[in-house]
């Protein structure tokens, strides 16, 4: 388990729903979050959007993956596409509510604990940068 996933466990079982790679763009990613948490200690329980964190395929498109692999070797592009290992650092999404800015404050301590650099100015207006490596 890199330390994103670790961070990720963390939040879930703070109630937090936690995603990586959803489709296409943030429009299309708020769309794709489930109306009830699908795993973790809250299963089946309703999300509150306003503990929401996710990047999406845009955050993580890397094109040397097709330099590097080619077009002819889907499996190994979506390997590293959306492979968290693969990568070291990404942009995630979150509620931008004065609510949803206070909870992301609320559990940026676990990042720090669980070896997450964060770069992020605080406020709702921007995203929040994450590296793991």
């Known amino acids: 388990m890199n330390k994103l996933e670790l961070a990720f466990e963390r939040l879930r ?4 729903y936690c995603a990586w790679g959803l489709p296409c763009c943030q429009s299309c990613a708020w769309a794709e979050i489930p109306f009830e948490h699908e795993e973790g ?3 089946g329980k309703e999300v509150d959007l306003e503990k929401v964190l996710f990047n999406h395929e845009q955050d993580i498109e890397d094109e040397s993956v097709w330099d590097d692999v080619g077009e002819n070797d889907e499996d190994e592009i979506v390997q590293r596409y959306f492979n968290m290992d693969e990568q070291r650092d ?3 999404c979150f509620d931008g509510s004065k609510k949803g800015v206070e909870n992301l404050k609320e559990v940026l301590p676990i990042f720090e604990e669980c070896g997450v650099k ?9 995203r929040i940068g994450l590296n793991w490596t």
């Open 41 to 43: 200690p809250f299963i």
């Open 90 to 92: 990404s942009v995630f």
């Open 13 to 16: 079982a703070e109630g937090w």
């Open 118 to 126: 964060v770069y992020w100015n605080g406020k709702g207006d921007s």
